[in-house]
Each structure stands twice: as C-alpha cells, then as structure tokens.
C-alpha cells in the first residue's frame, strides 16, 4: 500500500516556475514507478511525466517536453516535478501516482491532487 500527498501547487504568472512534491508512505517507494498527470477543467486526465524506480529512465508527455523535469529522491520517498516557462494551458489539477516496478499506462494509487493555475 502507497500513499501520496501532493504539495507545492499554486497561482503564478506565464513564464513562472514551480516545483511540484510528492510525498510517498511505505518502505518500498524505491520499486515504484512514479508519473505526474494533470485534468484541466472540462478535460480528461492526461500524462504528464514517469520516472522508473531507479530514475534511470524518464518519460515525457509532448507538451511539456523541455519544460517539465521529473526526479526522485528515493531516500525522502519523495519525487518532484520541476515546471519552467509555464503556460496558461498548463493550468490544472495536477496528481502523482505509483506503478509498481516497470513503466506503463496504469497506475495503482493517486494521491489527491494540487491546483496549478498560470494566468497570462
């Protein structure tokens, strides 16, 4: 059992940064697959960015390629999204998630989310 607290959200002009963390519970974070998605208001939940368990390997949705930095730090059982040169489609409710051991679509637990807001 995994679960996760999102933390870091919040309203910011176009071009800002902001740095998203995802607390996990449980001793075996390290074998986790952890991805970022996010919902716009009236839109479904999209991919975001995964990071396998090892943080080897990192996966990134078109849209925020070069923009978006995923990383994890497996001794805080924490992985964090670093966003730059946001824009106002970027606004949405972001959550972590957790996959056991290798990357795919579908992910076992969710943590409740956090508001990002980029106003123009």
């Known amino acids: 059992q995994v679960q996760l607290a999102e933390s870091g959200g919040g309203s910011v002009q176009a071009g800002d940064s902001l740095r998203l963390s995802c607390a996990a519970s449980?001793?075996?974070?390290?074998?986790?697959?952890m991805g970022w998605f996010r919902q716009a208001p009236g839109k479904e939940r999209e991919f975001v960015a995964a990071?396998?368990?090892?943080?080897?390997?990192?996966r990134y949705a078109d849209s925020v390629k070069g923009r978006f930095a995923i990383s994890r730090d497996n001794a805080k059982n924490t992985v964090y999204l670093q966003m730059n040169s946001l824009k106002p489609e970027d606004t949405a409710v972001y959550y972590c998630?957790?996959?056991?051991?290798?990357?795919?679509?579908?992910?076992?637990?969710w943590g409740q989310g956090t508001q990002v807001t980029v106003s123009s």
């Open positions: 998630a957790a996959r056991w051991m290798a990357m795919g679509p579908d992910y076992e637990y």
């Open positions: 449980g001793r075996t974070f390290s074998r986790y697959v």
């Open positions: 990071i396998s368990w090892s943080a080897s390997g990192t």
